[in-house]
């Protein structure tokens, strides 16, 4: 009965209806649902279909970008609820951000939250980061792990051109790289020499947890 709502919110999403994804949100929460649960399989797959119905000419900019303001409504909402059962060991630091050309934010601000409250500390570039700006401040934070994403196949040759940099600077031995956004998968990141790829949030915290030694999974 409880996920009839999270499939609600997915289809509020699709039509847009920002009143009613943030309606539903809170409801959901109150019947007791996970919140990642509610961005994974209500918001996120939502705004997923939307983009699809973009790609075929179904749907059209201004819509996507009132989903993506209603998203980050929802996320604000949804954030002391994904902090809820985590530790807070100190476990290691992450530069974040999206890379240079790309203005997609939704996903890269969910994993950088989501790393956070998992225990690591995070700075957040923001968007359209370019590799000299990954690399400044991973040297000016000692940061143990960058991590990039991309939403678009025209910019995730920034992730190459970050990791390149990385190594000329003789750092690749220490710190690590883990990559993620729609069109970027285990292939493109093993083709890139990327250390790790992560398909969602629930990776990403896995991910940097393994990458710094906190577990093996
Ligand atoms: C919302 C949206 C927008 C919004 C962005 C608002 C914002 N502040 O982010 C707006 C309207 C501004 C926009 C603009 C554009 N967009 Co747009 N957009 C989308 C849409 C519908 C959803 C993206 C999103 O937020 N998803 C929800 C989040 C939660 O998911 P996510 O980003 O994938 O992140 C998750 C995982 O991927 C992963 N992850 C993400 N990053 C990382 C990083 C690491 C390290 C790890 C481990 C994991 C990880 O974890 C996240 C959470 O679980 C997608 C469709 C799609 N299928 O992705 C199109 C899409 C990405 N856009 C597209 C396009 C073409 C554009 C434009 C070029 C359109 C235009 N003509 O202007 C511009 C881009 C401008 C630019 N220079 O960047 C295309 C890209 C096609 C391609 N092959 O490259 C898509 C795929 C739509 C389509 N099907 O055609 N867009």
Redesign the pocket.
Known sequence: MGNDIVDQIRVAMIDCQTDQVLELVPKAIDKGIVASEI??RG??AG??V???????GEAF??E??V???T??QALDFLEPHLAKSVDEEALGTIV?G?VQ???????????AT?LTVAGFTVHDLG??VTPAQFIAKTKAVNADII?????????MDRMQETIDLLKSEKLDTRVKI???????SQQFADSIGAD?????????VK??KRLTGHSND
């Open positions: 961005v994974n918001l996120t705004i997923r939307l983009g699809d119905r973009f790609e075929k900019l201004p996507l970008a989903a993506a303001e998203m980050k974040i999206t050309g790309d203005i997609h934010d939704i996903g890269k601000s969910i994993v989501m968007v359209e991590a990039m994403s991309a939403l678009l196949t025209t910019t883990m990559v993620g956004g729609a069109p970027v790790a790829y992560g398909v969602d949030f629930n990776q990403a991910i940097a």
